[in-house]
């Protein structure tokens, strides 16, 4: 099989010393909890996703995050291979509960950190062979993967393996771009491409699909001709601008129905001015407050998996694009079947 990497050895049967404290902190007996900064200082520890627990598998676990270090898929600025590991050290900010929605994920499922798929970042098509081989150990295990990018290209392994198991899934995407294109370059796979590949694979219920924030230029006069065909719901940044996406979302439950859900979140959807560490950023996009409601709108949906992508923080030195990508990874987290409510 493929394993999957991770540089640091977890922590010995989860235990945390804490400097000062007679006794060691335990990671929950039954279910692991993100250490307390009031109990373990934040530097401290294994730069793992929350600073959980490290496993070297998904077995035993009902959600996983896990980390695609690619971006050899890219078309503009690369860097999102660096994406996870930013990601896990911003987290450390992000604690056990959720105070906006009252969610209680880790009263609710055992999550821990399954480190990173061994891509080869020499050979992209190889690179999706891995992923796709290490997703399909993932969902084959019952657990439910949270994913840190890498670029977007990832995301197509991922729903070979998704689909294999759930059959042709809905879609709740969100980016400035509809990733439909075809060729670049005589190539067929890169980040710019993996929605088309999923529609001709038929990996997607294209009935619902919806795609949320797409905006910028465009090569073609028409350029969400395709998705349309397809059935696609395509929402334009403009139709987001200055307004509440709850309703929206309200629309979009109904649209998804109790049928498997997965989520894929591209950093670039929001605006620059709050992500500017992505390789590909758009003018005009989304809030993060709009980013919040599209996921918190997803609560009560089928959610079988998550990514979150494109996160290329040495385009962001103060470290804010990784910390709204760790953020809502967590939100993802919160709106999960079975967790539970404070």
């Known amino acids: 099989g493929v394993p999957l990497a991770f540089s640091c050895r977890p922590p010995a049967r989860g235990l945390l010393q804490h400097p000062g404290h007679g006794a060691p902190r335990r990671w929950g007996s039954q279910l692991n909890v993100p250490p307390s900064a009031l109990l373990v200082a934040r530097p401290v520890g294994v730069c793992s996703m929350m600073k959980l627990p490290v496993q070297a598998s998904a077995e035993g676990l009902d959600a996983a995050f896990v980390g695609v270090p690619l971006d050899t898929g890219t078309s503009n600025r690369p860097g999102a291979r660096f994406g996870p590991r930013q990601i896990r ?40 062979r891995l992923i796709r081989e290490s997703y399909q150990r993932i969902v084959a295990s019952g657990c439910v993967p949270l994913t840190l990018g890498g670029d977007h290209t990832i995301t197509y392994p991922i729903l070979q393996a998704m689909a294999e198991k759930h059959g042709p899934v809905g879609l709740v995407h969100v980016d400035a771009h509809t990733d439909t294109g075809d060729i670049a370059l005589g190539e067929k796979i890169y980040h710019g491409t993996p929605f088309r590949r999923c529609v001709e694979e038929g990996l997607l219920d294209c009935s619902r699909v919806v795609q949320i924030g797409v905006r910028g230029s465009s090569y073609d006069p028409d350029p969400y001709k395709y998705c349309r065909d397809q059935g696609f719901r395509v929402v334009p940044a403009e139709e987001c601008w200055r307004n509440s996406l709850e309703p929206l979302m309200r629309e979009v439950r109904k649209q998804m129905g109790d049928k498997p859900v997965y989520i894929s979140f591209d950093i670039d959807g929001v605006d620059p001015a709050y992500a500017p560490g992505t390789g590909t950023p758009e003018i005009a996009g989304l809030t993060p407050a709009q980013a919040l409601e599209i996921i918190r709108g997803c609560k009560g949906l089928n959610i079988v998996g998550c990514d979150l992508v494109e996160v290329a923080p040495m385009y962001d030195v103060s470290g804010n694009t990784a910390l709204l990508g760790a953020n809502l990874l967590f939100e993802m987290l919160c709106v999960l079947p079975r967790v539970k409510t404070m």
């Open 89 to 128: 050290a911003e987290s450390a900010m992000v604690r056990r509960y959720n105070g906006s929605t009252g969610a209680a994920p880790f009263d609710s499922l055992r999550v821990a950190d399954i480190g990173d798929v061994n891509v080869n970042l020499y050979n992209l098509p190889d690179s999706c």
